[in-house]
C-alpha cells in the first residue's frame, strides 16, 4: 500500500510541475510570439495573448491546489513517523499558500490594473499608473510561481530521499 500511496504523491506533484514548467516555457512564450503577428493592431494580439494566458494561469492554479491537497493527504496517509513527512509537507503547504496568494490576491489586483486602463494593458503607455501597477504585480506573479516550481523540485527530491530510507 505504501508503494501505492508514493507513486500518487510523485503523480500529484509531477501533474503539478510538469503543467508549471508547460506553461512557464512553452504556453506563454508561444501565446506572445505566435497571437501579436495574426492582428492588424499588435497591442490587440498582447492583449489575446494575455487572456490566454492569464486564463490557464487561473485553470493552472485550481489544478495546483488539488494537486497540494492531494498530496498532503497521500504524504501523510504514506509515512509512519512524522520526521518523514514534515519536509515534504511543509514545502507542499509553502506550494500551496504561494499558489493560493497568486489566485485569490495576486490575479484578481493585476485584473483590477487591468481594467483600470480600459482592458487592454498593452494599449497604454508604460508610464501609466496602471500599467505600472499591472507590471509589477506581474513581476511579482513570475517570481511566486518560480518559488512554486523551486519547492516542487525540492519536495521531489525530499519524498524520493525519505522513500528510499523506507524501503
Request: positive net charge; hydrophobic residues 60%; contains cysteine.
Amino acid at each position: 500500500m505504501r508503494t501505492v500511496i508514493h507513486a500518487l504523491v510523485y503523480l500529484a506533484l509531477g501533474l503539478w510541475l510538469g503543467a508549471l514548467i508547460f506553461f512557464g516555457a512553452i504556453l506563454a512564450p508561444i501565446a506572445f510570439r505566435a497571437l501579436p503577428p495574426l492582428f492588424a493592431n499588435p497591442a490587440l494580439g498582447m492583449h489575446a495573448a494575455g487572456l490566454v494566458v492569464g486564463g490557464s494561469l487561473v485553470h493552472l492554479h485550481w489544478m495546483g491546489l488539488l494537486c497540494a491537497v492531494l498530496a498532503l493527504l497521500l504524504l501523510l496517509l504514506g509515512r509512519a513517523h512524522y520526521r518523514t513527512v514534515i519536509p515534504q509537507a511543509l514545502l507542499v503547504l509553502a506550494m500551496l499558500l504561494l499558489t493560493a496568494y497568486s489566485q485569490f490576491s495576486i490575479i484578481p489586483r493585476m485584473d483590477t490594473a487591468r481594467v483600470s486602463v480600459g482592458g487592454n494593458i498593452d494599449a497604454v503607455a508604460p508610464d501609466n499608473p496602471g500599467r505600472q501597477i499591472f507590471d509589477r504585480l506581474h513581476a511579482v506573479s513570475v517570481r511566486v510561481e518560480m518559488t512554486v516550481l523551486l519547492c516542487g523540485v525540492g519536495t521531489l527530491f525530499t519524498t524520493a530521499h525519505f522513500a528510499r530510507k523506507d524501503i
